[in-house]
């Protein structure tokens, strides 16, 4: 009798993993400012995470990223308001209903290519903001503010689910057949085609999962801050942001927006106590310099110039 | 069902607005045919073309049409630094643009945007501001059209017409048009494509600032460091709209997209008018993605 | 088995450019067709139309009774139907062996361990005689590697119909007689039927078990390769002399 192969799994995988559940169970004992900073720092990890499955992955740069983390805000404030759920209630709405909108855009703007998908996804934030603010659903742009309780552990173990979920999904994905299918289509997408490799509907699953994930990332930020507007919700800043964390820590690697995702942050608030405005200035800095000089981020560049690396990286 | 003569209005408001849309747009058209790369960071040359506009009128008291060529002056020195610092190492040596290639642009012109829309904030009011020009009005019909927009509707189309007149009459011109549509053709014709290529990209930047200035004329309450985040788009669609390349195509995309906006608010107010503007992107992009014109 | 394929009455229009006018044909059943015609005939856009890269403007496609006219190039590979491209696109980044292994996870067989896929690969790579480079990246193989890593792939779809665009070209004379005995001996064992898109008349004549002609889009003759070489019409459209030189 062939016993069922274990499965080997990387030590990035353990590294990341490990940190995951160590984090996991020490979080009852965090004292509540370090564990309100470390909530937002998972939230805008499990944020790049989420792109990183479609841009990371693909080379499609999603400009509009931040249309299913709107759509899940709204989507939580409007279940906890008007509905009155739970916000655990509302987080898994926002994420259902980012799936939607995701699938939907995600069904046209795929066809594209790359330079034209980047467009369209520029011109989408837009868009989503101007039929929010006259659909009367959702007070014709007024806003929705939430009185829930104050619950920074309820925050902390939500994200952390959404985060290992992703994590894995990730490192599932990368490893698999459609690790090869996904990298085919970025090196050569006719190509991959003349394989049998069913492109659009690979791009389309891999859309639909990141929209899935901001989506429910965008409902525990708006959980976190107890309210959701129009401008502040569709907010370009956000997409940006999630595009710096994956481009600095390396696009379609499982350590990179983490790692990413720590620097955006930690640069975040150095300078923003240093000089309000100055951090986007410095952010914009670092990513302009990476994208031309060492585009594959941190992670992607040691893994391409330190071979002994590779095996522990990625 | 709103009054013949309010669309009439909205109408006339839309094709002058749409003329100076078309010069914004026309910049990133020329360094999109050109260098093939989409500077995601237009918006905010646009907004620096509005704000050289309003200093030289602060310090100077220049109004927007004199300001208009001073910003195509410095325009020029912006567009050649952009092409050396984050073109000529991509483009150099190469046939065609690389999809490796084009995701760095976008990426590295997006960290741009960042960087020159925080240093605005940081640097420039966080008010928002406007320059105080109004050269008055004229009655045409039951028209009442601001003058300073019927100049700078006026100056808008020259600046196209010129630059029409450059890319097919002058030799520069014609190398510009040849390097677009085939770089090693160009080579054998004995040009230097890395001159040519930074002289379109600067022609482009040049155009884009001067329309930022011209722009300012209807904005006067509107001049703002976040107004990229609306001119960016805005001159993206125009350009797909119109057609990447095609020169007349920004005149065409321009009206268009204005009229489409100030005539549709007066049937679904401004927010959904402005939703379905963009959202024509679309269907252009799905049917006939080399733009309206033929 | 090898599938049959039936292509009826196909026309294919580019805006006011008619690359393909009527051409009807029939592959299968481990035939190997050849399908020749003066520069801009439409033979690429012919294969590309079959494989399921552009769709007819008019006519059908059918594969064993089933239409299949629109169907996109990745189901037509399910059907064991796959294409090679004029100019090779090896995934550059990838390895040979990673390249062919893409092939097999996703074409007929639909391998889903990558760890299987790639042991098998090498066997392909060795039937090309490309195993020394399984393990290089594509991007640092010759343009004749690049050729045989093209048909690697192809064959790893388990197709058994393949449409092979102008494999045999831009080779020397010497690269040439290599080639057209690996393609002998693969499909001796394989057993594919083939669509040779050539210009390389030497190919074409030597494999071809039966030969269609085209030109500005219509086809002008077909027969045994003897038959049309012989053709006054088809010595025409070439103005003579290759067709002549190279007749079996």
């Not at chain 3, 450019?17 to 044909?25: F, I, R």
Request: charged content about 10%; aromatic content about 10%; overall charge neutral.
């Amino acid at each position: 009798m062939k016993l069922p192969k274990l499965p080997v799994y990387g030590p990035s995988l353990w590294g990341l993993g490990g940190s995951l559940l160590l984090l996991g169970g020490v979080a009852p004992w965090i004292p509540v400012f370090p564990l309100i900073i470390l909530v937002n720092l998972l939230i805008f990890a499990a944020l790049a995470y989420s792109l990183n499955l479609i841009t990371g992955l693909t080379g499609y740069v999603n400009f509009g990223h931040v249309v299913f983390m709107a759509v899940g805000a709204y989507s939580l404030g409007y279940s906890v308001e008007t509905l009155r759920w739970h916000p655990l209630g509302g987080v898994a709405l926002g994420a259902l209903t980012a799936l939607v909108v995701s699938l939907g855009i995600g069904a046209v703007t795929l066809r594209f290519r790359g330079v034209y998908f980047a467009i369209a996804s520029l011109v989408t934030p837009l868009a989503g903001l101007n039929i929010v603010l006259v659909l009367p659903a959702l007070d014709d742009g007024q806003g929705i503010v939430l009185n829930p309780a104050f619950e920074p552990l309820s925050w902390f173990y939500t994200i952390w689910i959404i985060i290992a979920a992703e994590v894995g999904l990730t490192y599932w994905i990368t490893h698999g057949r459609l690790g090869y299918g996904i990298r085919a289509i970025k090196s050569d997408e006719d190509a991959a085609k003349s394989l049998g490799v069913n492109a659009p509907h690979l791009k389309l699953f891999l859309f639909a999962l990141s929209g899935l994930f901001a989506g429910a990332a965008g409902g525990v930020y708006a959980w976190t801050t107890s309210g959701v507007f129009p401008y502040a919700a569709f907010d370009l800043t956000f997409s940006l942001l999630m595009l710096a964390m994956i481009v600095i820590g390396g696009m379609g690697t499982l350590l990179g927006p983490m790692i990413g995702a720590v620097i955006v942050n930690l640069l975040s608030r150095f300078f923003l106590a240093i000089f309000i405005g100055t951090q986007f200035i410095i952010i914009g800095l670092v990513v302009i310099v990476i994208a031309l000089f060492i585009p594959e981020g941190i992670v992607g560049t040691l893994r391409k110039y330190v071979p002994e690396l590779r095996r522990i990286l990625e | 069902m709103p009054e013949p003569t309010l669309l009439v209005t909205d109408l006339a408001f839309g094709l002058l607005l749409g003329c100076v849309f078309a010069v914004i747009a026309h910049g990133l058209n020329l360094i999109w045919g050109v260098a093939k790369v989409v500077n995601v960071a237009h918006g905010e040359f646009i907004m620096l073309g509005a704000y050289g506009a309003y200093f030289l009128n602060l310090w100077f008291g220049f109004n927007p049409l004199l300001s208009a060529p001073v910003d195509a002056a410095i325009g020029l020195g912006v567009g050649v630094l952009f092409y050396f610092g984050f073109l000529h190492r991509e483009l150099r040596g190469k046939e065609s643009i690389g999809l490796q290639s084009e995701m760095v642009t976008l990426v590295s012109t997006f960290g741009l945007a960042l960087l020159i829309g925080n240093l605005a904030l940081l640097l420039f009011s966080p008010n928002f501001v406007g320059i105080p020009w109004s050269p008055g009005f004229v009655r045409v019909g039951f028209l009442q059209l601001p003058l300073g927009a019927l100049y700078v509707g006026v100056a808008s189309v020259a600046i196209i017409a010129l630059s029409h007149v450059f890319l097919s009459r002058t030799y520069l011109g014609n190398a510009i048009r040849a390097y677009s549509q085939d770089i090693p053709a160009t080579q054998l014709m004995g040009i230097n494509p890395t001159s040519v290529a930074a002289i379109g990209t600067a022609l482009g930047f040049s155009i884009t600032m001067a329309g930022g200035a011209l722009l300012s004329v209807w904005l006067p309450t509107g001049i703002h460091p976040t107004m990229a985040a609306l001119y960016a788009p805005i001159s993206f669609v125009i350009v797909v709209l119109g057609g990447p390349g095609k020169m007349w195509g920004s005149l065409v995309g321009g009206i268009s997209l204005a009229v489409i906006i100030d005539v549709g608010q007066a049937f679904v107010g401004l927010s959904l008018a402005t939703a379905i503007a963009f959202l024509t992107l679309i269907p252009i992009l799905l049917f006939r993605p080399e733009g309206i014109l033929r | 088995m090898s599938p049959t394929l039936e292509a009826s009455g196909i026309h294919k229009y580019f805006g006011g450019v008619k690359a393909v006018q009527g051409v009807s044909l029939t592959l299968g059943g481990g035939r190997i067709v050849g399908l020749i015609g003066p520069n801009g005939s439409g033979k690429s856009t012919l294969l590309n139309v079959l494989a399921g890269v552009e769709k007819p403007t008019k006519g059908t496609v059918t594969v064993d009774g089933r239409r299949v006219d629109r169907w996109p190039a990745h189901r037509m590979v399910g059907l064991g139907i796959a294409k090679t491209h004029q100019i090779p696109k090896p995934f550059l980044a990838m390895t040979g062996r990673e390249n062919v292994a893409v092939a097999m996870m996703y074409g007929r067989r639909r391998e889903a361990e990558p760890a299987a896929a790639l042991e098998e690969s090498l066997r392909i790579l060795a039937l090309v005689g490309l195993e020394g480079r399984a393990d290089t990246p594509a991007s640092n193989l010759s343009v004749q590697q690049r050729k045989r890593l093209e048909f690697a792939r192809a064959l790893a779809t388990g197709a058994s119909l393949l449409l092979l665009d102008e494999i045999f070209a831009g080779l020397s004379p010497e690269e040439l007689r290599d080639a057209i005995s690996l393609f002998t001996r693969v499909q001796k064992e394989l057993g594919f039927g083939a669509l040779v898109v050539e210009h390389v008349m030497q190919a074409v004549m030597t494999l071809s078990d039966h030969v269609v002609v085209i030109e500005e889009g219509r086809k002008i003759a077909e027969g045994s390769p003897k038959e049309v070489v012989e053709n006054p019409a088809v010595i025409e459209a070439y103005l003579g002399t290759e067709a002549t030189d190279a007749a079996p």
